[in-house]
């Protein structure tokens, strides 16, 4: 199964929800310069540090902002495995994160 990229909505929320940090940081920052007289170049630099790194973990990161794709949590269900006992068992649903399983047997195929 061939796994579908990002898309701009992805991008877009991702964005969306980096922008209350990085407002934030504005805000700490001007708050700085006003009582430590700290240089107008160091407070943008921390800005554009930030945004780089919003930009550069953004490959690494984007299936966390990916909501639309609920059905495909479940990819376990069906699925056969080892119990610590090393009883074959195949996964009957998922509640949460409980896996429900039932012992395998040939006929569950």
């Not at 940090?21 to 170049?41: E, H, K, M, S, Y």
């Not at 896996?99 to 006929?107: A, E, M, T």
């Amino acid at each position: 199964m061939k796994e579908a990229g990002w898309t701009v909505r992805i991008m877009v929320r991702y964005i969306l929800l980096q922008i209350p940090g990085t407002a934030l940081l504005v805000l700490i920052l001007i708050q700085l310069r006003n009582w430590f007289d700290l240089p107008a170049w160091s407070a943008w630099g921390l800005v554009v540090i930030s945004v780089a790194k919003d930009v550069i973990l953004f490959p690494f990161v984007w299936r966390a902002y990916d909501w639309d794709r609920q059905g495909e949590t479940h990819l376990m269900v069906g699925k056969r495995g080892t119990i610590e006992k090393g009883e074959a068992v195949w996964v009957k649903e998922m509640q949460g994160l409980t896996l429900l399983v039932r012992p395998y047997k040939k006929s569950n195929e």
